[in-house]
């Protein structure tokens, strides 16, 4: 793209509020469920332990990001053989309808089990329509930004899902603080997921308007298409290597990143003992933190390369995270918000190179598919189990530093990862 030329800069300027908004939507609307995790433990896993209702929800959280993977495999390659605007069309779509299904669906006191099985069935579709949404929306900035302002570029749709995941944290949060336990276990619980609707039309209706990447473009020109892009993205042993490492790579920001929203909401009322506004301060602080560390590391991969950031990063994370959830669980106010700053900064200085770094690594004809395989893969099996994972683990061991145990095993994985990709930065995407 010809960065003096007004016009594309205008034209990308609507590429990145398309794709970006998009994933505001889908990260509010999957995190939603999260929040309300208690809340829907009591609405449809009703149990005398409160801990197995809590698991019951937790597991079905975990459920979407299993679902994810399955995305991936289906959503790449329609990315990479249709196109990369119709596939962000057609994710929106069904991840917003499946959200506004979870809003009118009956209580288990209603319809007994049918509820949760009902339940069960549209957290997958969250899952499965998510699988795709993240690829194609990354693929989709990174075949139209300009080479110089790439990193910044792509990492804005970390940026979007972080602000979809304050969203999903303060509209539920909200209505948490301000009806009665009763309220929220009747209808309140209904809302976050009842606003789908006009935010998916709004995204949908903006994605419309797009026009298809020109690399994409080039490529059905030429023919290049290929018919069957999962066995090109899985054949041969480079190709088994490309994906392991960057699955590795995901692996540390789907941990870091899900274990502060997916499992510090629970973490702040059954361990802190937090209660009221206190119960998602933490989650909140940990949020906005990371919308700064992502924006700022993003800018610093143009210049200093996405190697350098990942491992620096990773290395924040691996050493300050036990230090941080001693903070973190001091019982005092001022370390607690210090802990929490210090996990966000890693997390989100991590999490926002990921895109970048992978999205690169894979040619044209591939390049949903290849981060959609890895990406997903990643998110499901190292971040979609973390809130249930350290619940269970915290209930058996006593202990509330757990998280900090999970971060640093996982660090050690990301970070020989990050070290042997090549360097992407200021250079021209792989074609063909």
Not at 133 to 153: K, L, M, Y
Not at 323 to 330: E, N
């Amino acid at each position: 793209m010809a960065e003096a030329d007004p016009a594309r800069v205008r034209a990308f300027r609507r590429t990145v509020v398309g794709a970006v908004i998009g994933s505001v939507v889908e990260f509010y609307e999957f995190t939603a469920y999260g929040v309300l995790a208690t809340t829907m433990a009591v609405v449809f896993f009703p149990a005398t332990d409160p801990t197995v209702a809590l698991l019951s929800s937790l597991a079905v959280f975990a459920l979407a990001f299993f679902a994810r993977p399955l995305g991936g495999f289906v959503w790449g390659p329609v990315g990479d053989r249709i196109g990369r605007k119709r596939t962000l069309a057609l994710t929106i779509l069904l991840m917003s309808a499946s959200t506004l299904l979870i809003g009118v669906l009956p209580s288990y006191a209603a319809i007994g089990v049918a509820a949760p099985i009902l339940l069960i069935f549209l957290r997958f579709l969250q899952g499965f329509s998510c699988g795709g949404e993240v690829s194609g929306a990354v693929s989709f900035i990174a075949e139209q930004a300009p080479v110089s302002r790439r990193g910044f570029s792509v990492a804005l749709i970390t940026v979007g899902a972080t602000l979809g995941t304050l969203l999903g944290t303060i509209v539920p949060g909200t209505l948490l603080l301000t009806l009665s336990t009763e309220a929220m276990t009747t209808w309140g619980w209904r809302i976050p997921f009842l606003l789908a609707l006009p935010l998916g039309v709004v995204a949908i209706y903006i994605r419309l308007k797009l026009e298809e990447t020109p690399y994409f473009l080039e490529l059905k020109r030429r023919s290049e298409t290929r018919r069957n892009p999962i066995a090109a993205a899985l054949s041969g042993r480079r190709q088994w290597r490309l994906l392991g490492r960057c699955l590795l790579i995901t692996s540390l920001g789907a941990a870091s990143f899900f274990m502060l929203v997916g499992y510090l909401p629970s973490f702040a009322v059954r361990t802190l003992g937090l209660e009221g506004t206190a119960a998602f301060l933490p989650v909140v602080v940990a949020i906005v933190t990371m919308l700064g560390a992502e924006l700022l590391a993003a800018r610093w991969s143009d210049s200093l390369g996405r190697r350098r950031v990942l491992v620096g990063s990773g290395l924040w994370l691996l050493l300050l995270s036990w230090p941080a959830f001693l903070l973190i669980t001091s019982g005092s106010f001022g370390p607690m918000v210090v802990g929490l700053v210090i996990m966000g900064v890693g997390a989100g200085a991590f999490t926002a190179l990921i895109n970048p770094a992978v999205i690169e690594l894979f040619s044209t004809s591939v390049r949903v598919t290849g981060h959609g395989i890895a990406y997903n893969v990643g998110i499901a099996v190292f971040g979609g189990s973390a809130p249930y994972l350290l619940t269970w683990f915290g209930d058996l061991t006593g202990s509330a530093v757990v998280g900090a145990f999970y971060i640093m095993a996982v660090s050690l994985l990301a970070i020989p990862a990050a070290l042997s990709i090549p360097e992407m930065a200021g250079k021209p995407l792989k074609t063909g």
